[in-house]
């Protein structure tokens, strides 16, 4: 067993800020993690962290984070167009990973990292880990005990996203740590809100359903122009995508990622079938969600801080180096989303249906949550 992971911060924007440096800092991971480097392009920014959060050295380029011999680990927290670029460099680093989501923007992408990885015995983990919330195990188990019947159709989507970034907290101020710019979200390759908020949505339904087979859609940007703090963004890509997925057996899912409106629960799936319907988080009078439901590290001051679903993802890495226990957020299970986003944005461009080529490992019954 490894004593401790160093962690390196890749970016020290809001994610980096919010979901690994206020989290890692904190007295209870030391005996398992701890900060070892943070590294960010923007001059001043990095030595800012490192000074605010007790992070072990900063740096303004990923090079030299990625030569610190004190990092077994990066967290990329870095803008989604970066994450195939930077990965294989850590995989030629001998560096473990963990991706923020979305893990890359394209399937062949995913591959190469995943097969390299392989080679190299670098480990990787890919946000979100979804299937680590125990009411996402119930549906799944009422799902596989058949509970809910023939499946017919469901539906999962999120919007309006796009304005809570602008909004963030950690973008209002004047200082390194809180002047975030957020342009990137509005752009090609990874922006938009497929990569950045439906994914949530489709690790849901992907990870208690299984894997898709095929998917067709529509999808167009609706606002070119956005404004942050008196300066406009030029926006190129779409900011409202519909799908439409083919699960087999004439089972259909209404996936959505727009600017406005919704259907659904948040980012639960609703489904339904010939003998009953789970629509977010309730199985008719059954609500599936308990008081005690917390991910596995989510505990003490964790609890009170944002994004501590990431804050999980980047524990399962630790945990899978030190313990050489595997989590269910895998690699595999990502590649299988972005090949869905992937070939969303080609079945609108085209007009034609896209069949899905990979899979990965679901949870089994018997690792699923009990039903209350």
């Not at 398992?32 to 001059?43: I, T």
């Not at 710019?181 to 690790?203: A, E, I, K, M, N």
């Not at 995508?241 to 259907?263: E, I």
Request: aromatic share 8%; charged share 20%.
């Amino acid at each position: 067993m490894t004593e401790r992971v160093g962690m390196g911060v890749v970016g020290a924007g809001s994610i980096g800020i919010r979901a690994a440096l206020a989290h890692l800092s904190l007295v209870d991971v030391q005996d398992r993690v701890y900060l070892a480097a943070v590294c960010d392009p923007v001059p001043g920014r990095a030595q800012a962290a490192a000074e605010r959060y007790g992070v072990g050295a900063a740096y303004e380029s990923y090079e030299d984070l990625l030569a610190d011999p004190t990092v077994d680990a990066v967290t990329l927290c870095t803008p989604i167009g970066l994450h195939y670029e930077q990965g294989m460099q850590a995989i030629a680093a001998g560096k473990h990973i963990h991706f923020n989501k979305t893990m890359t923007v394209t399937r062949a992408e995913a591959d190469e990292l995943i097969e390299q990885a392989a080679r190299q015995d670098v480990r990787l983990v890919a946000s979100p880990g979804m299937m680590l919330w125990p009411h996402n195990q119930r549906i799944r188990r009422l799902v596989l005990e058949e509970r809910l019947g023939t499946l017919v159709w469901a539906a999962t989507g999120a919007s309006g996203v796009a304005q809570y970034h602008l909004d963030e907290e950690v973008r209002q101020g004047d200082d390194l740590l809180s002047n975030i710019d957020p342009s990137w979200y509005f752009r090609r390759p990874g922006g938009g809100p497929q990569y950045d908020v439906t994914v949530y949505c489709l690790h849901n339904l992907t990870g208690i359903l299984g894997p898709a087979q095929r998917v067709t859609a529509m999808s167009g940007l609706v606002i070119p122009e956005r404004e942050f703090r008196g300066n406009k963004i030029a926006c190129d890509m779409d900011d409202s995508t519909m799908l439409l997925v083919d699960f087999g057996g004439s089972f259909f899912t209404f996936v959505y990622g727009t600017v406005t409106g919704k259907l659904t629960d948040g980012f639960q799936p609703s489904i339904f079938g010939t003998g009953g319907a789970v629509v977010g988080t309730r199985f008719g009078d059954l609500d599936l969600t308990q008081p005690h439901d917390l991910m596995p590290h989510h505990v003490g001051e964790h609890l009170v801080l944002g994004e501590r679903h990431v804050y999980e993802d980047m524990m399962q890495l630790v945990d899978w180096i030190r313990e050489d226990k595997p989590s269910v957020a895998t690699a595999e299970h990502a590649r299988h989303v972005i090949e869905i986003i992937e070939a969303g944005y080609a079945a609108a461009e085209t007009g034609e249906t896209q069949t899905l080529t990979t899979t990965f490992e679901t949870l089994p019954l018997e690792e699923c949550a009990a039903l209350p």
